[in-house]
């Protein structure tokens, strides 16, 4: 879906005064939006051309630290500055801040205005015209897990995350009584986000106090990326000016479900789902059965791309519907891979493996790599699992650690081929570099068991 303002309908708001500010967003590794706040007059001037930016936006951790080890920039490079191109497409209205439209924005290198080849816009976008020199065009989508408290982000920063309690006081799962009590802020989020020309289907409340889902349309998969890192950043904005704070982490809390971001795929061609084949077992045509096969053959490799923080490998509990087995089965909430839409037009592959951590476009193009390698290498189907998945025997497992998924990320030569060892080896530092920090912090968890007892 096209995002909800032409540039020419930029310029009559800006002109009748409706529209004072306009973002200039770009993504970093984490998938935040990073940019800058324009007077909308200077943007139409000249602005929407280009800007410019400090390199080290996609060499940071999620504290801003310039982390050092990165070919691409460095104390000792300067850092430099790369150029940031607004993609007029993606122009849209930000009806929850006064006066505010947005635009996603490219990274292109200062000097020769390419693409910066690691920033995640431009991982996503190689994987993309991949597939479409084969004839196909994604279509992806992303269902993104959050929790909602009833404190604000300031009160629980000053807190040091101490008292966490959730807005919904227990599991409210599709339950409407319950949600309706979180209506007034979910209202605004679900009003908000359809308002800045974001296809809201629902929300919902999920599987654990507190937690809540929301649901944006099927789209392209650089509007999916785009989408879902607007619908995060959104979500913050709109919680933040209510008073409350909502979480992406994957597991905030031991004792309960962790959040995921299940991401929905498949190709189309014509006009036409090509993963539909009405003569065939399932309705899955060959060339879905070869993406599935080459994404199951290449899971682990790509898990790091999936869940890319330490805190995010403790969300793969047994139990909780998150996957421990990469495998794939037929509308089974157990598996890694889940088939959905069995023999209809609709059939598509979900993955379950990424949770609400990642970061849209390095996780999208992750996995359209690895199917498009099934797909080109032709690749056979393994049998589908039923039954409990988390019970059943020998299986290809999710790595259950960071540091498990990095040395196989690292390792991947269909990633190195598809991504480029340069962007393979900048991801593999920021795990590194996460595990560094986790490695050197001494736990709450640590002094409770020890302070005493050791």
Same mark, same amino acid.
């Given at each position: ?57 996609? $060499? +940071?951790?999620? *504290?801003?630290?310039?982390? /050092?080890?990165?070919?691409? %920039?460095?104390?000792?490079? !300067? =850092? ?60 992806? $989508? +992303?269902?993104? *897990?959050?929790?909602?408290? /009833?404190?604000?982000?300031? %009160?629980?920063?000053?807190? !040091? =995350? ?61 509007? +999916? ?230």
């Amino acid at each position: 879906m096209p995002a909800n303002l032409s540039f020419d309908a930029l310029k009559a708001a800006v002109s009748s005064g409706e529209i004072d500010t306009v973002l200039t967003c770009i993504v970093d590794m984490q998938g935040r939006l990073m940019g800058k706040r324009f007077h909308a007059q200077h943007f139409i001037d000249s602005g929407h051309d280009e800007t410019h930016c400090c390199n080290y936006l996609v $060499a +940071t951790d999620i *504290e801003m630290v310039t982390v /050092q080890g990165y070919k691409a %920039t460095s104390w000792a490079a !300067g =850092y430099g500055d790369y150029v940031i191109k607004p993609d007029l497409a993606t122009l849209r209205l930000v009806p929850w801040l006064p006066g505010t439209a947005m635009v996603m924005c490219d990274l292109l290198d200062h000097h020769t205005h390419d693409l910066v080849p690691h920033a995640p816009r431009s991982i996503l976008k190689r994987q993309i015209a991949r597939a479409e020199a084969m004839g196909f065009t994604p279509y992806m $989508a +992303t269902e993104l *897990e959050f929790f909602l408290f /009833q404190d604000s982000f300031d %009160t629980l920063f000053d807190r !040091g =995350y101490r008292g966490l309690q959730t807005l919904g006081r227990h599991n409210a799962d599709y339950a409407i009584f319950a949600t309706s009590k979180e209506e007034a802020i979910m209202r605004a989020i679900r009003n908000g986000l359809y308002g800045a020309g974001i296809p809201i289907e629902n929300s919902k409340g999920e599987a654990e106090a507190g937690q809540e889902e929301i649901n944006v349309k099927y789209s392209d998969a650089l509007d +999916t990326a785009d989408m879902h890192s607007i619908v995060k950043n959104g979500i913050k904005e709109i919680a933040h000016a209510a008073g409350h704070a909502v979480t992406f982490m994957a597991k905030y809390d031991h004792a309960r479900a962790g959040s995921s971001s299940h991401v929905h795929q498949s190709l189309w061609a014509g006009g036409k789902n090509a993963f539909h084949d009405p003569e065939a077992e399932h309705g899955m045509s060959a060339l879905m059965r070869s993406y599935i096969a080459g994404q199951l053959a290449h899971a682990r490799d790509l898990t790091c791309c999936l869940a890319p923080y330490v805190n995010s490998y403790k969300r793969f509990v047994v139990g909780m519907f998150a996957p421990t087995k990469a495998v794939w089965s037929l509308d089974n909430r157990t598996a890694g891979f889940r088939v959905c839409g069995e023999n209809t037009r609709g059939v598509r592959v979900e993955c379950r493996i990424g949770g609400a951590d990642l970061n849209p476009y390095l996780a999208m193009a992750a996995l359209l790599a690895a199917g498009l390698d099934g797909i080109e290498r032709q690749m056979e189907l393994e049998p589908a699992i039923s039954g409990d998945i988390y019970q059943a025997g020998a299986l290809r497992e999710v790595p259950k650690t960071l540091g498990e998924a990095a040395a196989l990320m690292q390792g991947s030569e269909m990633l190195r081929a598809a991504f480029g060892p340069d962007v393979v080896d900048h991801y593999h530092r920021a795990a590194l570099w996460e595990i560094e920090e986790q490695n050197r912090v001494v736990t709450d968890w640590e002094v409770a068991r020890g302070f005493e007892r050791a």
